[in-house]
């Protein structure tokens, strides 16, 4: 994958599901301390058929989420896009109002950079289970569509070697839910 920019992210994909839970993607950098923790992070999931963008910029400090007013395990496709530019993000589900919300909690003057460990992963992440609430643990089961990171448009099938997904033996394959 090809490196994120570290001070704004974009991000963009139509996606369909029936179910409640589960982590679409997760990006993020270890804590050097604690390896089984993300010091920083951005995250997409479904928590209770809504949709959540979450982003964690210093270790000391609580992520930030935006969630979605619109269901989407309705089986029907939906398009996401997220920005976060420094500690400022948003969020817009189809036609929906555009959800915004900016990081209070940290300075102005601190470091406001993302770094990531390199991985983009997808559908599910097990380390994550132990400190992370459970829509993290719950693999994404649904299709995905048109994934763009940045300024990269995101080829899953081509791609699928800088993909970890939940099961290493999985593959990434077309889909109909």
């Known amino acids: 994958m090809t490196a994120l920019s570290q001070s704004r992210n974009y991000f963009n994909l139509s996606l369909k599901t029936k179910l409640l839970f589960g982590l679409i993607f997760y990006i993020g950098q270890l804590n050097d301390t604690h390896p089984a923790l ?4 951005l995250s997409l999931t479904v928590n209770n ?12 400090r609580n992520a930030i989420i935006l969630k979605s007013k619109q269901r989407i395990d309705d089986g029907q496709w939906h398009r996401i896009e997220i920005r976060r530019i420094a500690r400022y993000a948003t969020l817009k589900i189809d ?3 555009l959800i915004q919300k900016i990081a209070r909690n940290i300075k102005r ?4 950079t993302f770094d990531s460990d390199g991985y983009l992963y997808m559908g599910g992440y097990r380390r ?4 992370y609430p459970e829509h993290y643990c719950q693999p994404f089961q649904g299709c ?3 994934f763009r990171i940045d300024k990269r448009h995101l080829n899953m099938i081509q791609d699928e070697k800088s993909i970890y997904t ?6 990434i394959r ?3 839910i």
């Open 38 to 41: 993300y010091d920083r992070y």
């Open 49 to 60: 058929g809504y949709v959540e963008f979450s982003y964690k910029l210093q270790s000391n």
């Open 95 to 97: 036609n929906e109002n």
């Open 109 to 112: 003057s601190s470091n406001l």
């Open 128 to 131: 994550l289970c132990v400190h």
């Open 144 to 146: 995905i569509q048109s």
């Open 166 to 171: 939940l099961n290493k033996r999985q593959t």
């Open 174 to 176: 077309t889909c109909e």
